[in-house]
């Protein structure tokens, strides 16, 4: 069962604008991964956060955790068409036996 | 470093054959998982091997199997394909237990079951 659920399913921008994903859980959490997929390859790790933090940059990328209302953000500021991938939060989660559970995605589509 | 790689990346196989995949972890890592995408389901967690050892397991059928070896290479295996299988699978390898670190991803096997 997916324990994260992100939102939209789907966000079509122009390039130079930000992008702004959401990430909602059910269980409480020892962290929280976003992960980024181009068109059916392999995913690639951005950001983790734990439990104990509240926000984490890298880059271009901000991320940021809310555990009183089980949510987190990631947002990508100037982006380019180079984004465009689909985005996927994973939590551990306390009933998840210790593996990553992952959403179903968010397809960012960025347009030149 | 080298990354994580998967063999083969194609593979097409009909209804009741079997099929192996395979999985080369970053030099170091000791924990590989595998990962089940689609369409419908998303991405699914298989099971999770440390240290030659299956830690975790997801929630599929026993026609599902795997193993690692001395060196962290794993291998899957899946007996008496059904339609349904036809996927793309992934494995991740980290340092320590999967959910504690970052994982990194394989380019995966996709699999087609005609």
Known sequence: SQQGEEDPQALSIQEGENATMNCSYKTSINNLQWYRQNSGRGLVHLILIRSNEREKHSGRLRVTLDTSKKSSSLLITASRAADTASYFCATDGTGSQGNLIFGKGTKLSVKP | KAGVTQTPRYLIKTRGQQVTLSCSPISGHRSVSWYQQTPGQGLQFLFEYFSETQRNKGNFPGRFSGRQFSNSRSEMNVSTLEL????????????????TDTQYFGPGTRLTVL
């Open chain 2, 84 to 99: 349904g299988d036809s996927a793309l699978y992934l494995c991740a390898s980290s340092l320590g237990r999967a959910f």
